[in-house]
């Protein structure tokens, strides 16, 4: 009995390691989504406001975008906010990987520093750059997050035939 338990038991927990770890791998994908969206509302802001940066910025990460919750906390400074943005794109604790950190790091280095076209142009680029990375790497990265679930389910399931 106590047997029977324990490798349901061991069948449950992988799986359910492999169901976290594939929510981490679509993680990634949903923080794309969300920075294509928000840099799409920077730049009509930028259009149609007369705001700075810093202004525009904390409007939008204070009222949406959970998603991009890692960089609220690089707005508090007004004077180091933009250092402080890629400081927070490059930090260990996103589900980015390198290349993502990269772009994000170069469009908030990049930002407020041209004129109004500049800026839009400068948005408008970065936002055609991270489309094509969701265009390249969405369906793979679908596939391998089911691809994990499954394993973690089989690998439960040879530890379970192992313990018989």
């Excluded at 949406?64 to 007004?78: C, N, V």
């Excluded at 490059?90 to 500049?118: I, M, P, Q």
């Excluded at 936002?127 to 994990?148: C, F, Q, S």
Aim: glycine share 6%.
């Amino acid at each position: 009995m106590i047997k029977a338990a324990g490798i349901v038991f061991v069948i449950l927990s992988s799986s359910g390691l492999g169901f976290l770890y594939s929510f981490s791998v679509k993680k990634r994908i949903a923080v794309l989504e969300a920075m294509q969206r928000f840099i799409g509302d920077v730049s009509e802001e930028i259009r149609l406001s007369r705001d700075t940066t810093y202004a525009i910025l904390y409007r939008l990460l204070s009222h949406g975008y959970s998603e991009l919750s890692f960089l609220k906390p690089a707005i508090k400074h007004r004077k180091t906010y933009l250092q402080d943005l890629m400081f927070m794109c490059s930090a260990e604790s996103t589900a980015l990987n390198e290349k993502d950190k990269k772009l994000f790091a170069e469009f908030f280095s990049k930002l407020g520093r041209t004129d109004l076209r500049g800026q839009i142009s400068h948005c408008e680029e970065f936002r055609a750059r991270i489309r094509n990375t969701l265009h390249e790497e969405k369906d793979a990265t679908i596939k391998k997050a089911v691809m994990i679930r499954s394993l973690g389910a089989l690998c439960g399931v040879f530890i379970a035939i192992f313990l018989i």
